[in-house]
Nanobody, 117 residues
């Protein structure tokens, strides 16, 4: 049974930081590309950042320079370090794992991030 469990969301003031973690089980983690996506109310889910099985990273333009994605194959975790947060970063953040780049892969249940003063 595949499980992706996100944690670390919460309420933070503009300019603050949060660290999201995704703990994976039921998959051979090192063979999966990992990604973080987000969905704000009334909007479609969008890519935030991805890190491939070879540690290549990709970021949405809106988060470049502020967010950092990483992975720990020994711990089966993917992390999203978010800094200089803005109100427009408010969304539910989802972890994704895919072994085949063109597949939908597996999704976590999401964690809420709210940036507000």
């Amino acid at each position: 049974q595949v499980q992706l469990v996100e944690s670390g969301g919460g309420l933070v003031q503009p300019g603050g930081s949060l660290r999201l973690s995704c703990a994976a089980s039921g998959i051979i983690f090192r063979f999966h590309d990992m990604g973080w996506y987000r969905q704000a109310p009334g909007k479609e889910r969008e890519l935030v950042a991805t890190i491939s099985r070879t540690y290549s990273t990709n970021y949405a333009d809106s988060v470049k320079g502020r967010f950092t994605i990483s992975r720990d194959n020994a711990e089966n975790t993917a992390t999203l370090q978010m800094s200089s947060l803005k109100p427009e970063d408010t969304a539910v953040y989802y972890c994704n794992a895919r072994a085949v780049p063109t597949s939908a892969g597996y999704w976590g249940q999401g964690t809420q991030v709210t940036v507000s003063s």
